[in-house]
Every structure is written in structure tokens, then in C-alpha cells.
């Protein structure tokens, strides 16, 4: 039997591995479809769903019940440590795509004009207060004051895209069945949390900002995850911005340097004629869910 070397959850390299103990571990739900494997003489990383020889038993997987997602506690999260490699979590990301190209780019790009469009419709209350700020260098409370209110009521209306978008690509990067139904996910039984969720995190931010550039940079950092969490995870807004935090503070340099990465990636697809933005963008969000898997990696329960 041919030897294969895995890239574990934590972005660490295990092998060589024979095939009898890969099967073992995808019954045991070590691996999943998505898992990157490259085959003894390879030069190339591959998912594992490439490998027919391996279709059977992903197939019984796929059929396992799993555990529900909130069976552990954000308290069994807080123990662990773990490590985040940026450029991992990249080219995953860009596995996954190349993977599901054009379900990936389609859908991605489906919530992407929606959202534009929405940001069209708040433009009309805040475009007067912003080109007085630029075109007349006039600045009114009542604009200031038009422009964070603008914020914080569209605030839970990305929330809730954004949210769908997270559980999308999840199930994907998990290796299961995942439509356009997932992408509008957050209209589902989360959005009152996902909504809550957006007006606490946005005000508390904006004072951070506006006391201190310092501090809103640190919470917007370390809030990052809650969304997904509540998502993926169904825990209510509160406690997944306080496990975001808490786990984010790890590492938490690590983490905003990782943000910084999808930003550069992201304006890279705006700069390329904007078209590349329908490929760098789902790059992007499929590396900052590896990133949550790697970081909120289920734990057992104690």
C-alpha cells in the first residue's frame, strides 16, 4: 500500500501513514473530505475526496451522526492552545476553491451584490454627510451623528449575510453537502442572536474607535470569531464574543496579522480590474475558516 503524509488540524505535517490507518482515522472523525493529503512520490497536496481509494469510507463518514456542535462548553475551549499558520490556511482556502470552483465563486458573488446593493440604498441617508466632510470640509454633529446611526442599523443586515456565507464555506471545508440554502443560513433561528450579536459588538467598537484608535482595532480583532460561533456553534451573542475574545488573546498579534493577510489578498482581487475579487475574496473566506477550525477545533467535552 502506498504511504501518504496529512496536514493534521493543528497545519502540522503527520506521515508517512499507511492507508489502512487513514481509513481509521476518517471513521474515528479525525479527517474529512477536505482533509490535504499528498501520496507517497507526489509533489502535489490534494483533498482527500481526490483519492478514490478513499470514497467508501468518507462515504460511511458522511453517514455517521455527528455531535452537535454546541456539546462542549466555551470553558472546554479555554484550556487548549493551539497554532495558526497563516500561509496554511491560504492555500487551503485555495484548495477548497479550486475544489468547488464555481458553486464557491457563484454563491460568493450572489451575496456580494446583495450586499452592494443594500449598501446602495443606505448611501442615499449618509452620501450628503460624507461629501460635505470631503467636497466642503463641513462637519455637522447631525451628519457625524446621521452616519453612525446608518452604521449601526445596517450593521446586523451584513451580520446576517455574513454569517450564512461562514456556514457555507464550513460544511464544505467539513466535507458536507452545502447549497445556496446554507448562504442564507443566518435568516434562520441564530438571527435574533446574529442581530444582537451586531449592536452590541458595532457600538461597543465605535467607542473604542472613538476614544482610542487602539482599542477599537483590539476588539474588532479579538471579536472577530463570533460570528461564526454563533453560526456554526448556536451560542448566544454574548458568550461567543467573550470565547472570541479569550482565545483571539492567545494569540492575538498572530490573529490580526492573519486579518491583515485576507485584507492585502482581498484588495489584490479589487486592484486586479475588481473582477479578481470574485476569486480572491472566496480564497480569503475559506482561509478564515480554517483559521476558526483550527482555533475552535471541537474539544471534548468534559
Not at 449575510?161 to 448562504?183: N, P, Q, T, V, W
Not at 433561528?189 to 449592536?199: A, C, D, E, M, P
Amino acid at each position: 500500500m502506498a504511504d501518504y503524509t496529512i496536514i493534521g488540524g493543528d497545519q502540522k505535517q503527520y506521515g508517512p501513514v499507511s492507508e489502512e490507518d487513514l481509513r481509521k482515522w476518517i471513521a474515528d472523525g479525525r479527517l474529512n473530505a477536505q482533509t490535504l493529503v499528498q501520496a507517497h512520490g507526489d509533489i502535489e497536496w490534494k483533498p482527500l475526496s481526490a483519492f478514490p481509494e478513499f470514497a467508501a469510507a468518507l462515504a460511511g463518514e458522511s453517514a455517521m451522526p455527528s455531535a452537535p456542535p454546541s456539546a462542549a462548553t466555551p470553558a472546554d475551549w479555554l484550556w487548549r492552545d493551539y497554532e495558526l499558520d497563516i500561509g496554511g490556511c491560504i492555500s487551503r482556502g485555495w484548495e477548497l476553491v479550486k475544489n468547488n470552483f464555481w458553486p464557491i465563486v457563484g454563491i460568493t458573488a450572489l451575496i456580494m451584490l446583495i450586499t452592494v446593493a443594500i449598501n446602495q440604498v443606505f448611501g442615499l441617508f449618509t452620501r450628503p454627510a460624507i461629501n460635505a466632510m470631503i467636497m466642503e470640509h463641513r462637519v455637522s454633529p447631525r451628519g457625524i451623528l446621521t452616519i453612525v446611526l446608518v452604521a449601526i442599523v445596517s450593521g446586523p443586515i451584513y451580520t446576517i449575510f455574513m454569517a450564512g456565507l461562514f456556514k457555507y464555506y464550513l460544511k464544505l471545508i467539513r466535507g458536507e453537502s452545502a447549497g445556496i440554502g446554507d448562504a442564507f443560513s443566518g435568516f434562520g433561528h441564530s438571527i435574533g442572536q446574529l442581530v444582537l450579536l451586531s449592536l452590541i459588538m458595532n457600538i461597543l467598537t465605535i467607542i473604542g474607535y472613538v476614544l482610542c484608535l487602539v482599542p477599537g482595532i483590539y476588539l474588532a480583532v479579538a471579536w472577530f470569531f463570533s460570528i461564526p460561533l454563533v453560526i456554526d456553534r448556536q451560542m448566544g451573542f454574548w458568550q461567543a464574543m467573550e470565547l472570541s475574545r479569550k482565545m483571539v488573546n492567545k494569540h492575538w498579534f498572530l490573529v490580526f496579522a492573519f486579518l491583515l493577510v485576507y485584507g492585502l489578498l482581498v484588495m489584490a482581487g479589487i486592484i486586479a480590474c475588481c473582477i479578481g475579487i470574485f476569486v480572491t475574496l472566496p480564497i480569503g473566506l475559506g482561509a478564515l475558516m480554517y483559521a476558526y477550525e483550527t482555533i475552535f477545533s471541537q474539544p471534548q467535552a468534559s
